[in-house]
């Protein structure tokens, strides 16, 4: 006989709500768990997608046979009461439980690491709680169905039950949960959305067991202790860690400079400089572009960064080029808040809100330059490496416009992910030209719609270098002198190698270039390995 709270078919069906929506928010967060670690590329989205597939399947088998030996509510409700717990522990323990797979495939595994890496976290820290979550569809139809004349709309009610709370649990989490209180704030509260619905039933039947006090005690601890660990949790002088509706956020300080980084591991997004000197990264580099957009220029230049970050690249053209207009362009308008919070970005610089491509979409203005900067942890939006894409820049260009495009990787050889882009690239515009960034991995190429690039940035210098330069102008100088001896032509490849809206495997091509720089990287350290054991391993790397 049903205990009271299942007399009632309707806690059953909320039971199929929660369940589903838990499900998403789960798949949602994790998204956000693994990308600092692994990227948010589609790759790993792919790879946590199929995981949660694999775990609902094998869940949906073994419920319902479970089901079919044990009709007893209790089981299904001790499930979720593990389910809850698992997943209140994830924000803690999760970071961990990455960083040591990862440190157990550095030493085992030659090819894909970051693929590989990726589906090991997942399978190791999302299977079992959604696992134990796909068993509740079938043992819901078990409880409920008393005929076969009304299984089928009790079945057609828990899949709209469970479709309405997966798709709750699907918005939640992205737009209000994560970017408001961040993402081990969104696992405990869906963790203790399952803790609620399973005690409910236990509070029913008067059957408090140890499983809901020990669970409730570990819901308690990871309350408390996963929602204080950072991300980078061997960095706990972080100025700023947030998240946004887009990107995991961190803003460091040291003596010399302010970072901002959307990545834990690797990668500077922005920066600014608190001497009167130089980054030494990319951005100075870029500072090419508006002097090749001098010649014939008596007013001021009209620059428009796709990707403005925090502003790094914009304050330098205003503070190198004085008079210029910059337009910056962000996706993400929590970046741009710290911009003006930690960066003293100039209220000067006009922002907008908005995709790049969809900006170039939106406006007809046409710029002296324009930057594309647009990568996104370890690849680039797809939609800004095509050739529409780069036929709109080319539209947007006035008649002595410079582009200059931001390569995140030092890729060459057949199939590598610059020989795609710099075909694209040339499909749109006659000659380009690149220069590597050294000690940083970017690249830096290089296109104007008329004339030749390396002619345009000599001419502008001697514009630039006429008459008596202050300091500032000596230093751009320099920088300019740098590019110029360095600017190598590029080639298309003859694979016709080129990017379409259509088909273009930017992830797949970037994965392939990380996972071949990992590969060098960790030789070394297996090397020392493979000599001298794990204490040699630890001293190498401490």
């Known amino acids: 006989m049903k205990e009271n709270i299942l007399k009632n078919k309707t806690y059953l069906y909320l039971t199929e709500f929660f369940s589903g929506m838990s499900v998403m928010a789960v798949e949602l967060a994790a998204s956000r768990l693994m990308a600092p670690y692994f990227s948010s590329s589609q790759i790993v989205?792919?790879?946590i997608i199929g995981t949660v597939m694999i775990a609902m399947a094998l869940g949906n088998v073994y419920g319902g046979r479970s089901a079919d030996k044990n009709p007893d509510p209790a089981v299904l409700y001790?499930?979720?009461l593990i389910a809850a717990a698992w997943i209140a522990a994830i924000p803690f323990a999760g970071r961990f439980l990455i960083l040591a797979i990862s440190a157990a495939l550095v030493l085992t595994v030659n090819t894909n690491f970051l693929i590989i890496a990726a589906f090991a976290s997942c399978m190791i820290i999302f299977v079992f709680p959604l696992f134990l979550l796909g068993t509740v569809t079938p043992s819901l139809v078990r409880y409920i169905i008393e005929n076969t004349e009304e299984s089928g709309e009790i079945v057609g009610k828990l899949g709209a039950f469970n479709t309405v709370g997966s798709i709750i649990g699907t918005f939640l989490p992205t737009f209000v949960t994560i970017p408001t209180v961040g993402t081990a704030a969104t696992y405990i509260i869906f963790s203790g959305v399952l803790l609620i619905l399973a005690l409910l039933y236990f509070f029913s039947i008067k059957k408090i067991t140890k499983l809901c006090i020990i669970t409730i005690i570990i819901f308690v601890i990871c309350a408390v202790i996963g929602s204080s660990v950072s991300f980078a949790f061997w960095d706990p002088e972080l100025a700023y860690e947030g998240e946004s509706v887009y990107n995991y956020l961190q803003v460091k300080e040291s003596d010399d400079r302010v970072v901002l980084s959307t990545n834990v591991l690797f990668g500077v997004q922005s920066v600014k400089m608190k001497t009167d000197e130089l980054t030494g990264m990319y951005y100075d580099y870029a500072l090419a572009a508006p002097a090749m957009a001098m010649e014939g220029r008596d007013d001021k230049l009209d620059i428009l960064v796709l990707g403005n970050g925090t502003g790094t690249f914009a304050a330098a053209c205003q503070k190198y080029?004085?008079?210029?207009?910059?337009?910056?362009?962000e996706i993400d308008g929590k970046i741009s808040d710290l911009a003006y919070e930690y960066f003293d970005m100039s209220d000067d610089?006009?922002?907008?809100e908005y995709d790049g491509r969809a900006f170039l979409q939106a406006v007809k203005d046409k710029y002296d330059v324009i930057m594309v900067d647009a990568y996104q942890d370890i690849t680039i939006p797809f939609q800004m490496s095509s050739l529409e894409f780069f036929s709109m820049v080319y539209d947007h260009l006035k008649e002595n416009g410079s582009v200059v495009v931001n390569m995140n990787m030092h890729s060459d050889g057949e199939g590598a992910i610059n020989e795609y882009l710099?075909?694209?690239?040339?499909?749109c515009f006659d000659?380009?030209?690149?220069?590597?960034?050294?000690?940083n991995s970017n690249r830096e190429v290089f296109m104007v719609k008329e004339g030749d690039p390396k002619d345009r940035l000599a001419n502008g210098m001697a514009l630039i270098s006429h008459g008596v330069l202050s300091d500032t102008q000596r230093r751009l100088v320099r920088q300019l002198g740098t590019v110029y001896s360095n600017m190598e032509e590029c080639s298309a490849s003859g694979l016709s190698h080129v990017l379409t809206d259509d088909k273009a495997p930017v992830e797949i091509l970037g994965m392939s270039m990380i996972d071949s720089l990992i590969t060098e990287e960790i030789s070394y350290y297996r090397g020392i390995y493979d000599e001298g054991g794990i204490d040699a391993l630890m001293n190498a790397l401490l």
């Open 45 to 47: 989205y792919t790879i």
């Open 78 to 80: 001790r499930r979720i």
């Open 321 to 329: 080029y004085p008079g210029c207009t910059v337009t910056g362009v």
């Open 349 to 352: 610089v006009e922002i907008y």
């Open 422 to 427: 710099t075909d694209t690239i040339l499909e």
């Open 431 to 439: 000659t380009a030209y690149s220069v590597d960034v050294p000690y």
